[in-house]
């Protein structure tokens, strides 16, 4: 046999096999999202990549990009030596693995931490865990500049991370950003529904996840138009200021404004915040909730859909709808319920 096509067939079998271990990951990786709890699931996510993998530790971030470094807003480590999050927050902004994975297509890099010219507090840190060789991949969701990001770590024991441990993260990166995503999207649903006596559209309820500093990370789609109530300006970015201290720090407090009541659970390492309207406002869906304040104000049904960017007839049925829930028949009872 021709000694290229041994490189050849030799080369279709390991991509074949590559292949084969990529896609049993995710189909794993897409049910373990569905069904795990936060937390719980970001630790299968470890003993699975284990199963196709070889490495000594691990960790898992999600981060805001910004020019002082990644900004943490959830992480979770796997067999790494205690302290190792907090040692690296102190050294990062000597950390090449950033800019390495951008410039890099696919974003993944390997590098061997004797090869490199890394500063000494970085060396350290490697020291101290243990770290020889390092593979890093990255997903980045633009233009919010989020990054997921899994690095697998191995010992001076080990041999370096090869080219095809750099395909297999390449493959795997994007999809476990997705499937973080779906994870904490199906568990903020679960728990909001569990949170509720009623129905969620009728209580009115809307949730989100925010990490410890009160950054947004996941909202339902109403969560937005639900803090408006309370706060119109808010930035859609972090608590406001007011509920931060009895929502992040407060145990149990909650917050109770003038159109809002916010109450939060801990949820792995993010802040599960449920926010329901009080008053008649609570009574109503966000459209519906738009739909009667306009009409209350004097506006006619034409104005209120064109304002909108919805039909007349849809007004009418929002409008309906919002009389019934209130118990009122006319504009001024309308305007006077919702004042109230």
């Known amino acids: 046999m021709h000694p290229h096509t041994t490189r050849d067939t030799s080369a279709q079998a390991s991509e074949v096999h590559l292949a084969a271990s990529v896609s049993g990951l995710l189909l794993s990786l897409y049910r373990l999202a569905a069904t795990e709890r936060i937390g719980a699931f970001e630790q299968r996510v470890f003993a699975l990549l284990h199963e196709h993998m070889e490495f000594d530790s691990a960790w898992l971030g999600h981060s805001t990009l910004t020019p002082l470094g990644p900004q943490l807003h959830s992480s979770h480590t796997d067999n790494a030596v205690p302290g190792f999050v907090t040692d690296w927050e102190q050294v990062k902004g000597q950390d090449p693995l950033v800019g390495l994975v951008a410039g890099r297509p696919g974003g993944t890099v390997a590098l061997s931490v004797q090869r490199e010219a890394l500063g000494l507090p970085l060396r350290a840190l490697c020291r101290r865990q243990g770290i020889a060789h390092v593979l890093c991949g990255a997903h ?10 899994l690095s697998l770590y191995r010992k001076p024991r080990r041999q370096p ?4 441990d750099l395909r297999m993260v390449e493959c795997v990166i994007a999809h476990l950003a997705a499937a973080l995503e779906q994870n904490r999207l199906c568990r903020m649903r679960e728990m909001r529904d569990s949170g509720n006596d009623s129905d ?3 209580d009115g309820t809307a949730t989100a996840l925010f990490d410890a500093d009160g950054f947004l990370q996941y909202a339902d789609e109403s969560f937005r138009e639900r803090m408006a109530l309370q706060w119109r300006a808010w930035d859609g970015l972090t608590l406001p200021g007011e509920a931060r201290q009895p929502l992040l720090h407060a145990r149990g407090a909650g917050f109770t404004g003038a159109c809002l009541r916010l109450t939060a659970e801990r949820v792995g390492d993010l802040v599960l915040v449920r926010a329901c309207p009080r008053g008649a406002a609570g009574l109503l869906t966000p459209r519906e909730l738009a739909v009667a304040r306009l009409f209350g104000k004097g506006l006619s049904h034409k104005v209120v859909a064109r304002q909108l960017g919805i ?5 009418r049925h929002h409008l309906r709808q919002a009389y019934a829930k ?7 009872a309308l305007a006077g319920r919702l004042r109230g």
């Open 326 to 332: 209130l118990g009122v028949g006319d504009k001024g």
């Open 311 to 315: 039909a007349p007839t849809t007004v």
């Open 140 to 149: 980045l969701a633009a233009p919010a500049r989020r990054t997921t990001h």
């Open 200 to 202: 969620s559209d009728s």
């Open 161 to 164: 991370y090869a080219e095809r």
